[in-house]
């Protein structure tokens, strides 16, 4: 028989990784499949070596360095030693991931990469790595597959995972009455992130652009979307004296019946641009973090909906920039300048003809069990 390890770093990595492992045991289900995950890769029968708590940690700490160090010592002593399969799957999570492959160069096991490190927005050195340590990269862009394979890197586009598995709009009615929301207000939804730092960096400036927004125009109603990920008790540091909805675990179908949306960045955009929802971008964090940011980014655009389309379309409010004032003025241009919000929907519906309607989970389970066939 067959075997895989999978390797995901956070929640968003498990999704995907469950739908990839569920893809292949529909195409061969004689393979067997292990790795480090969450509840999404346990629920398709993958035994877990870990769970993905302490990958989860953002920042710079020794306690960080170290979790990450232990378990990535006791990973490859475990596939190396112990499992042995015949491939390893990375997923996302570029720095642990990336460590992985070094250290599985010359073990003669195969390593893919499926959602392989954004090396075209920063830190564009690290494909010399991806070079020399992986065997293919199963990437998510169209535009990524011309990059790596002009660097001699076997490449295989799968498709955007999002395309296939991204739900229909919710019902606007049903979803309205099920949450309490007045059906005859404009709804505005604040996503603050959903990592802690983020929620320290925005949580506040969002709350007093909701009140701003608020005493301005009455038809206008909110509510803020809780990362499932994050806990109440979070949640509820920021929001004990906030009159503000919260809904949580219906990230998607609240993006799909909202008016307009304040972001913190991330793939949440691209969920919203799939949706022809408008948005504005909001993000910063530490100063010594954005500092390191401008020093290795490769392009000047944040969000996934610019960069796919190489325009400007959604505003990108960033660092220094951000401010209830410059927040409030852009959604109150998307609420209430009609043309422009026609120009901007309009514009969002180019997003998903870019990307491909390949079923990606399904498209990466096929190119790796040709690979365990081979």
């Not at 229909?168 to 505005?188: I, M, S, W, Y």
């Not at 909202?258 to 960045?265: E, F, G, K, T």
């Not at 003025?329 to 300048?337: N, Q």
């Amino acid at each position: 028989m067959k075997k895989i390890f999978i390797i995901t770093g956070d929640y968003s990595g498990d999704i995907h990784a469950a739908k990839v492992a569920k893809a292949i045991k529909t195409q061969n289900p004689d393979v067997i499949i292990e790795g480090i995950g969450g509840e999404n890769l346990r629920a398709q029968g993958v035994k877990l070596l870990t769970d993905q708590k302490k990958m989860g940690a953002v920042g710079i700490s020794l306690k960080i360095l170290f979790d990450h160090v232990i378990l990535a010592k006791h990973t490859l002593d475990y596939i190396k030693n112990t499992y042995k399969p015949d491939l390893v799957l990375l997923i996302d999570y570029g720095a642990f991931n990336l460590n992985i492959s070094k250290r599985l160069r010359h073990t003669g096991i195969k390593v893919y990469y499926y959602i392989p490190p954004q090396v075209w927005a920063s830190r564009k050195w690290r494909i010399n790595t991806i070079k020399k340590n992986i065997d293919e990269v199963l990437c998510i862009f169209p535009f990524e597959k011309e990059m790596y394979e002009s660097y001699g890197i076997k490449t295989h586009y799968v498709g955007h995972p999002l395309v296939s598995q991204i739900p229909q709009k919710a019902d606007r009615k049903t979803f309205f009455d099920a949450h309490g929301l007045n059906p005859e207000k404009k709804l505005v939804s604040v996503f603050p992130g959903s990592r802690v730092f983020e929620l320290s960096q925005l949580m506040n400036v969002f709350l007093k652009t909701v009140k701003n927004l608020q005493k301005q125009h009455p038809d206008l109603q909110f509510c803020i979307s809780q990362a499932p990920n994050l806990s109440d008790k979070v949640y509820k540091k920021y929001l004990k004296n906030a009159d503000i909805k919260v809904i949580k675990g219906e990230n998607q179908a609240l993006l799909s019946v909202s008016d307009a949306l304040i972001l913190a960045s991330g793939t949440v955009a691209l969920e919203a641009a799939l949706y022809q929802t408008p948005m504005i971008i909001a993000y910063r964090g530490p100063w010594v973090f954005y500092f390191i940011y401008l020093f290795v980014r490769c392009i000047n655009k944040v969000s996934l909906p610019n960069i796919i389309t190489g325009k400007d379309i959604v505003p990108e409010i960033i660092q220094g920039q951000v401010s209830v004032q410059k927040i409030s003025y852009e959604i109150e241009k998307i609420l209430y300048d009609a043309e422009y919000r026609e120009n901007y929907i309009k514009q969002l519906g180019e997003v998903k003809t870019l990307l491909s309607d390949k079923n990606s989970a399904q498209e990466t389970a096929k190119e790796i069990v040709s690979a365990l066939n081979s």
